[in-house]
């Protein structure tokens, strides 16, 4: 399930350092020189479009190769597990843009040149996390392009019964309501600043315990959906909630960082001043991408089991980013 991947993406920040050197072995002949072929008369030139190993991801993905291909590219994708796989290919030239979140993506690039225990740079505040963002992966040889509106961030969401019953539409009317809860999470939402910690200091939501499911686990929804938890932690593009008779609940008073989705590229290969064409196609994809668009491309791969290539190319079809 995808929705799975979205609190490891926070917490990878802390393994960067140490995973780089097995992302540097890991990586070595894994055909990520073969760029292109995903289409487009290619006389501007190949570049390979990376995604890592969640439905999101993937989707995104062949939505950046689709406008890439669109304006004259041979734009192709390839998939690797995860970030720290990624992330030095795309430094080196390997994989020239990748489709990423700013805040999870700032505090990577953060524990990396500062290290794991570094004062966050990342908060809710969208332009103040892309602009230090923007600073630590200059650097690197990447260009961050603006973010848009579509986001995927931790959640939190109850049954529409609940939500009915006590009168919630936000979490801090769930900490008005003075109801006890219990929250299905990973077990590090004991420590989390955004997950317990946050819920009681932010909300004043009186939280009992943590029930270790996972975050946005079928097993998690369950959970709630039976009534042995209150709450769940799940992200803001989840496309399942509706199986289970959830709902979510806003974040009034921002807790969660600004994880809006934005494309990084490979400053040599894509992100110069001599690239200008890869940015006009990526920007008016992010411009248009909503997190209600989001959600419905996963929920098409998640349950209706469409490739995720299929559900991009009807996507930029219907929004006419492609012919």
Do not use: W
Request: charged share 25%; glycine share 12%.
């Amino acid at each position: 399930m995808r929705t799975s991947h979205t609190f490891p993406r926070a917490l990878a920040a802390a393994g960067a350092v140490a995973a780089l050197a097995l992302s540097l072995s890991a990586c070595g002949g894994d055909g990520l020189e073969e760029k292109g072929g995903g289409g487009g008369s290619g006389g501007k030139g190949k570049l390979v479009v990376g995604s890592a190993g969640f439905t999101e991801s993937e989707i995104l993905a062949e939505l950046y190769a689709g406008v890439l291909s669109g304006a004259g590219y041979s734009a192709g994708v390839k998939k690797v597990k995860n970030r720290e796989l990624y992330a030095p290919e795309l430094e080196k030239g390997r994989i020239d843009v990748v489709p990423e979140y700013a805040a999870t993506l700032a505090e990577f690039l953060n524990a990396k040149k500062n290290g794991p225990k570094a004062e966050p740079v990342a908060s809710s505040d969208r332009d103040a996390t892309v602009a230090a963002l923007k600073k630590l992966a200059a650097p690197r040889g990447l260009t961050v392009l603006p973010a848009g509106d579509a986001v995927d961030q931790n959640a939190f969401a109850v049954t529409k019964a609940y939500a009915k019953k006590h009168g919630l539409k936000t979490l801090s009317d769930l900490g008005a309501s003075k109801e006890k809860v219990t929250v299905a999470a990973g077990d590090e939402c004991e420590t989390r600043p955004f997950c317990r910690p946050g819920l009681e200091k932010t909300y004043g939501i009186d939280v009992t315990g943590i029930d270790p499911k996972g975050v946005g686990t079928t097993q998690s929804k369950q959970a709630v959906k039976d009534g042995k938890d209150q709450l769940v932690l799940t992200t803001t593009t989840d496309a399942t909630l509706d199986q289970f008779g959830l709902v979510l609940l806003k974040d009034d008073k921002k807790l969660q960082n600004a994880d809006n989705v934005l494309p990084v590229l490979n400053t040599e290969d894509a992100g110069g001043a001599k690239h200008k064409a890869v940015a006009a196609a990526l920007n008016k994809l992010t411009r248009t991408l909503t997190t209600e668009d989001l959600t419905d491309l996963n929920r098409k791969v998640d349950q209706e089991r469409q490739k995720p290539k299929d559900v991009a190319g009807d996507y930029l079809k219907d929004k006419g980013l492609t012919d």
